[in-house]
């Protein structure tokens, strides 16, 4: 029987991840292997900037995982996201004629046209559609309603593109198939969210190492996505500042470190040791935690646009590395006034794994966990031969040279899903656009010419020398019907 499995991979700040998994009848999801490697060299602030470095770093990790499922790896699901992507938004109008239906194909041509927009430097990985305007009322689905006048309100996921060129290319050059690349905060929102927060109106804030994300859901629809470059990491860093290594500081915070503490509760006479020399008051320590994760906690609220402020009954769902630091819940709530504080430590789905890195259940693998979820082809490739001199993975080879989607999808199948076009993909959908403009533009001409030699001939036919011979014929057929 061959194998099924998916594989995922996200790139992190702080680790690259891959994880392999299979879909059960029961909807449960079971995890086959996990790898990890050290992207610190490689990623920073969640995008790749050294090539080589990533491209070696994705190479091993599918090769580990290879070597665990016994299985060449065709295709894997990837994870986009980092500094710099950000969220805008646009409004397209088309102007209809007196008492017009909208169609299906009128709303296509919308998202089509707010797909084509131009912004500089910036690639749009995703359009979230957000309401219609119909005249002076908003719909989420006009069609069938007459208007004179549609309107379409959209969210542009935009990122950097050479923040894109350079995450298509490692794939690339590391010989590994996309099934489907994932805006990485939508896969996981939807992995994390309950459809009663999205629907009510929430933040979901992911702090990660180098980055937190910050995501915007009101009546089931994403209204806003930041990112913003602060981390835990940057706790890190404060702490190091003490002239300590960076290690020494990362397991200092995980000790001691804590979100909040009441001022009632510092001893001030206790001290933290740095080494066998030196040490550091507990209140100097916790100014330094605290005043790094104010700063973040400020900026993540800044990102939350005043027309959701007061409609977050779902409230703040807090995830990734950095939600579990103690009383994290307490200093979101004091500094947003936002009661309902949840953190997401795992997804929804029911997973089966006893790998320590999955029974954690401490927000780390979330991301990787719901773009394995979103998975939904076959991974597996040609089985691994024990024979040496066999031929082995030339399937898979083969399967990896290629892309996984044969025709290009269309905008409007993928909108507002979280897919993201792979650079193969988008050559492929701008070539079939180009014939599909070339094929109505050769039929507009033929068209053209057409109607041109109609209107030629109705001019021939009425010319005066043309009536003249038709009055000459006609003449002479009357003549030979009076001699008969």
């Not at 992995?191 to 933040?203: D, F, N, P, Q």
């Not at 990102?303 to 979101?332: C, H, W």
């Not at 936002?338 to 997973?351: E, H, L, P, Q, Y």
Request: aromatic share 6%; proline share 2%; hydrophobic share 40%.
């Amino acid at each position: 029987m061959p194998k099924e499995f998916i594989v995922a991979i996200e790139l992190g700040s702080s680790k690259i991840t891959g994880v392999a998994g299979r879909k059960n009848l029961d909807g449960s999801i079971s995890i086959l292997a996990v790898v990890k490697e050290d992207s610190t060299s490689c990623i920073r602030k969640g995008v790749v900037y050294n090539i080589d470095k990533t491209v070696m770093a994705l190479t091993n990790i599918v090769k580990k995982l290879e070597t665990t499922l016994k299985s060449k790896i065709a295709y894997v699901y990837v994870g986009v996201g980092g500094q710099s992507i950000r969220s805008m938004k646009n409004v397209i109008v088309k102007e209809l004629a007196a008492e017009s239906v909208v169609t299906q194909d009128m709303i296509n041509e919308l998202m089509d046209a707010n797909r084509n927009m131009s912004y500089p430097e910036q690639e749009i990985l995703d359009a979230a559609t957000q309401e219609y305007k119909v005249d002076q009322q908003f719909q989420l689905d006009p069609v069938g309603i007459q208007c004179t006048r549609l309107e379409g309100n959209f969210l542009n996921i935009l990122w950097r593109k050479t923040f894109y060129r350079n995450l298509n290319k490692c794939f690339e050059l590391a010989g590994i198939a996309i099934a489907d690349m994932y805006l990485a905060p939508l896969a996981m929102a939807d992995s994390v969210l309950t459809e009663t927060e999205k629907r009510a109106g929430c933040v979901l804030v992911d702090l990660g190492a180098d980055t937190t994300t910050v995501s915007v859901y009101y009546k089931n629809i994403l209204r806003h996505l930041a990112v913003i470059p602060l981390g835990s990491s940057n706790i890190t860093k404060d702490i190091a500042t003490l002239q300590m290594e960076e290690g020494d500081a990362e397991r200092m915070k995980l000790k001691h470190g804590s979100a909040y503490t009441d001022n009632s509760d510092i001893d001030n006479t206790l001290r933290f040791p740095i080494d066998a020399d030196r040490d550091i008051l507990s209140r100097d320590f916790i100014n330094i935690v605290e005043g790094r994760l104010q700063e973040i906690i400020e900026n993540v609220w800044f990102q939350v646009p005043n027309e959701y402020i007061d409609k977050l009954l779902g409230g703040i769902i807090l995830t990734g590395g950095g939600s579990n630091m103690r009383n994290i819940e307490r200093a979101f709530r004091n500094h947003t006034h936002i009661d309902k504080i949840r953190v997401a430590r795992f997804i929804t789905s029911t997973v089966n794994s006893n790998l320590p890195e999955i029974v954690a259940h401490d927000a780390m693998m979330n991301t990787v966990l719901g773009l394995l979820e979103k998975g939904d082809m076959n991974c597996a490739g040609e089985e691994i031969s024990s024979d040496l001199f066999g031929a082995t993975g030339d399937a898979a080879a083969a399967a990896a040279g290629d892309s996984a989607h044969k025709a290009p999808r269309p905008i409007t199948e993928i909108t507002g899903r979280g897919i993201v076009q792979t650079e193969e993909e988008k050559k492929m959908a701008e070539e079939e656009a180009r014939r599909r403009k070339e094929e109505e533009e050769e039929a507009l001409r033929k068209a053209e010419e057409e109607e041109a030699a109609r209107k030629a001939a109705e001019r021939r036919e009425n010319s005066a020398w043309n009536k003249f011979l038709r009055g000459l014929k006609k003449f002479g057929k009357d003549i030979m019907s009076e001699e008969d």
